[in-house]
């Protein structure tokens, strides 16, 4: 799945002006956000989450152009989403940097996590990964540093390396019961340790 924003479909796009999303003229697919508030909801009949829509852009930060940014200044305004059960793909860097989010529920239809979606969300605590899941990119959740619980599903068949290094706070992965094989399979060494069966 495609889950980069086209020039064309940007060029033909539906503006959401209370939540400054912009959608492709069908609406199964949400192009960018630009000046969103803290508190998102994504239109119902979304199936796409483009790449960097929602990720720290520069101007966030209120600081002159070509300025550096100090770490603790590289977050995103979204604290919280509300993601439609419509939604199967969240894109690369969907939500990187998305420094405030401490919450985020996963829709049912989700299929693919892409590369670095969730990268350096400091505050998210806890992720549910939703049945119909097959797919965690590289890089996922890399750096999520306060993420202490992760529970994975029985039809997940990849995951992408990195996909939850530097999660320091990280406890439990809680896994169905008689996967743990499969599971030592698809995680690096490093976490088997913190597997637990449900």
């Avoid at 899941?133 to 619980?149: E, S, V």
């Avoid at 706070?169 to 690096?188: N, Y």
Wanted: aromatic content about 8%.
């Amino acid at each position: 799945m495609n889950t980069t924003a086209t020039q064309e479909e940007l060029a033909r796009d539906i503006w959401d002006s209370e939540n400054c999303l912009s959608y492709s003229a069908d609406g199964k697919r949400l192009l960018d956000a630009e000046n969103f508030p803290s508190f998102i909801t994504v239109k119902e009949g979304c199936e796409v989450i483009c790449d960097n829509v929602f990720a720290f852009q520069d101007y966030m930060a209120g600081r002159r152009i070509g300025e550096d940014i100090p770490l603790e200044e590289r977050s995103s305004y979204l604290e919280k989403i509300h993601l439609p059960n419509t939604v199967t793909h969240i894109g690369a860097n969907a939500f990187a940097e998305c420094g405030e989010l401490i919450t985020i529920k996963l829709p049912t239809s989700l299929v693919e996590i892409g590369e670095s979606a969730f990268v350096d969300c400091w505050q998210l605590e806890r992720v549910s990964m939703p049945a119909k899941l097959r797919t965690i990119g590289p890089r996922a959740f890399q750096g999520c540093i306060n993420l202490y619980q992760v529970k994975l599903n029985k039809g997940l068949e990849e995951i992408g390396e990195d996909a939850f290094d530097d999660c320091e706070s990280l406890e439990t992965i809680l896994i169905p019961h008689g996967t743990l094989d499969r599971f030592m399979r698809l995680l690096p060494q490093n976490l088997h340790e913190l597997l637990e069966e449900l």
